[in-house]
Each structure stands twice: as C-alpha cells, then as structure tokens.
C-alpha cells in the first residue's frame, strides 16, 4: 500500500482535527472577510468557511476570491455594501476521517484550492489545506528531492507592472504569488489584500486602483533558497515552520502545493504505527 492509499486517520492519527476552521456569516461584509484573510491566509488556513444562518457551511472565500472581485470591482463599494454570500465559491470539498490521500488530492486538483473541511468531535469542522499536509511530509521515506520535482515556468512580474496586471497574471496562470523578475522575492494575493487592508483603507480613499504601479506601499516578502539536493520530508518539515512557506533554487520556486502532489508517488513509505 503507497501513502496516497492511506487514509487521513491513519496519516494524522493525533492531529487530523487539530486545526478547525475559520467561518463568517454570508451576509457579513466583504470588507470583514478580508480584515480576517489577511491573519490567516497560509499561516493558518487558506480560507473562510462561510456558513448560512444556521451555521451551515456553504462555501469558500479566500484571497482569490477577493482579488478576482476586485479586478472585476476596483473600488470601495465592493468591500463596504458587497456580502460574502455573493462573492463565494460553493465548490467545498468535505471529507471524512476515512478518505484517503489520493481521494482528497484528487479533490483538490479538480478545485484548484488546497483546502478542505472535516467534521470533528465537538460538532463543528476542522480545516484540512496543504499546510496540514506538510505534516505527512515532514515523516514521509522517500528519496525524492526537490530536483525530481515537475518542472514548472516561473511567473514573474516587473517593477513597471500595475496591480491591474499583477492580479490578471496571476488570475490567468492559477498562482497565488508572482516571483519579482530576476530576485529572490514575491508578491502574493496575501500581500494585496493586506495592503488594501491596512493601507489603503479597503480603497475608500484611492481612485484606478488596477492603474497603481507596483510601489509602496506595496512590499514585498522573500523567498528562502534552499538546495537542489533537499529532501522531500526536509522541505515538508522547512515549509511547516515557514511563516508564509515558499522556496527556490536557482532555476525553480516551491509551494507546499508541490508537495502534496508529490505525496502521489509510489516511491514514498510512511510508518503509521
């Protein structure tokens, strides 16, 4: 039996349920939604779960959700008199203690979103997102390293690019973090939505905000370079203690994406006892 054949009990036996979910009511505004994104966005979960009055969950909403909006809506009506409720992405992935890591990767493939919700033992939900993966990682045998990794282009941006373009690119090629041309830093959906957040005022007071070229109050974070030789379990356990969790080589960048897919190899043995 490979470790995607495992299920997600038998690979997180302790701390499957361990990190629950962030939720927010659908009629809340947009504006709130993106004040809690910007704390926990990759540090903590990859999305809200917006629940309905009942406290039902009945979707999504993440950073890709708010800067696809405001491509659409560059002003500040879309986050003072737009509700979550209109903006959600209904496509949530529910699984259960016994699906195992095939089914959920799969899951996440078809979604394009690392992020999944679980019942637990105090009738609400956990959240399961490729952060929580990278446990499994972290105690995988394999010796894959980053150089067995699929090769993947790396999208770039220039100083002279508006965050118009900046967000389309990012829109256009389903990547949450551009890399800065020819350095070792990124721009990411958390970044601009932190900005919108904290400096910006949610735009109440800025015009042609797609138009804005990329400069402060915009900043940028780095990326950590890491060797080519890097184990896969290494790399797991160095994104797990990543605040924001993103590497590269001299020729590649890493997400802890590209380690759940690579968790889909038959070249990996895991010891659940």
Not at 46 to 64: A, H, Q
Not at 73 to 91: L, M
Not at 163 to 187: A, D, E, Y
Request: glycine letters at 4%.
């Amino acid at each position: 039996m490979t470790i995607a054949d495992l299920t997600l009990s038998q690979l997180l036996p302790l701390s499957l349920t361990s990190t629950p979910s962030v939720s927010i009511q659908e009629d809340n505004k947009v504006w709130i939604a993106t004040g809690m994104l910007v704390h926990y966005l990759e540090s903590f979960t990859d999305s809200l779960v917006v629940t309905d009055k009942k406290n039902m969950p009945i979707g999504l909403v993440g950073g890709i959700e708010i800067i696809k909006n405001i491509f659409e809506n560059p002003s500040s009506d879309f986050f003072d008199k737009e509700t979550v409720g209109n903006i959600v992405d209904e496509d949530l992935v529910r699984v259960s203690s016994d699906t195992n890591l095939r089914e959920l990767l799969e899951k996440w493939q078809a979604t394009h979103r690392a992020f999944s919700i679980l019942p637990n033992s105090y009738g609400g939900y956990s959240a399961v997102s490729a952060r929580k993966l990278l446990e499994i990682g972290a105690n995988c045998k394999t010796d894959i390293t980053i150089s067995d990794l699929p090769y993947k282009d790396i999208i770039s941006f220039q100083y002279d690019d508006t965050i118009g373009q900046i967000i389309n690119s990012m829109m256009t090629n389903h990547t949450r973090k551009l890399v800065f041309k020819n350095s070792s830093s990124f721009i990411s959906d958390r970044i601009i939505i932190q900005t919108i957040a904290q400096e910006l005022n949610y735009l109440r007071d800025t015009e042609n905000f797609l138009d804005m070229k990329f400069k402060e109050p915009f900043k940028l974070a780095d990326i950590k370079s890491v060797s080519e030789d890097l184990n896969l379990a290494e790399l797991s356990k160095l994104m797990f203690g990543m605040l924001h969790p993103y590497v590269m080589t001299r020729e590649q960048v890493y997400t802890p994406w590209d380690v759940c897919m690579a968790l889909l190899s038959d070249e990996i043995s895991y010891d659940t006892d």
